[in-house]
């Protein structure tokens, strides 16, 4: 099995098989990734491994399932991330901006720390404004969205629009 234990400078290769005696060919850090999967097995779930799911939830494509699952068999070098099909496997994403990273590289979007910053922020901003939609507070729950709509982050603009959708109607007494 062939993983990464840095996020900032994975090494994209193929797991290769038992049976398999050619050398394996590094593939492209955008190659398409059809689901995530997060380990929240105990090590990691202790290491943060469900503030990193919740996260890369939050900052997801809606056509990018991100699931947790059980052990990835590296514990203690956790929280692991598993990309499928490609079968590689990250280790040490229990920081926000590691699970951003990933996330980043599947938009094949710029992972830089600037970007990766803004999309973080509009997270934080949306989080902030589901508080205000849930005490009924619409106006500042419309300004934190567009907020977060104005950074331009990478991920997670369908949820946010999908806010805003409801306080516009809400607020326009379509109810």
Known sequence: MIVSNCV????????????????????????????????TNRTCRRQG??????????????????????CLGRCGAGPNVALVPEGIIIG????????????????EHEDDDATIRKSLDALALRKRAQVEFDMGNF???????????????FGGLHIIYTYR?????????LR
Not at 49 to 70: F, K, V
Not at 143 to 149: F, P
Not at 165 to 173: H, K, P, R
Request: hydrophobic share 40%; charged share 15%; glycine share 4%.
């Open 139 to 153: 106006p500042q729950a419309d300004l934190l969205l567009s907020q977060a709509i104005h950074l331009k982050p």
């Open 92 to 107: 040490h994403c229990g920081t926000a901006a590691a699970a951003a990273r990933i996330i980043a590289r599947h938009y």
């Open 49 to 70: 491994s469900m503030q990193t799911l919740e996260i890369m939830r939050a900052l997801s494509p809606p056509d990018l399932p991100i699931n947790s699952c059980g």
């Open 8 to 39: 900032q400078n994975v090494v994209w290769l193929p797991l290769s098989s038992s049976n398999d005696k050619r050398k394996p060919r590094p593939l492209s850090p955008t190659a398409k990734t059809e689901h995530i999967r997060v380990c």
């Open 165 to 173: 959708f409801c306080l516009i109607f809400l607020n326009s007494g």
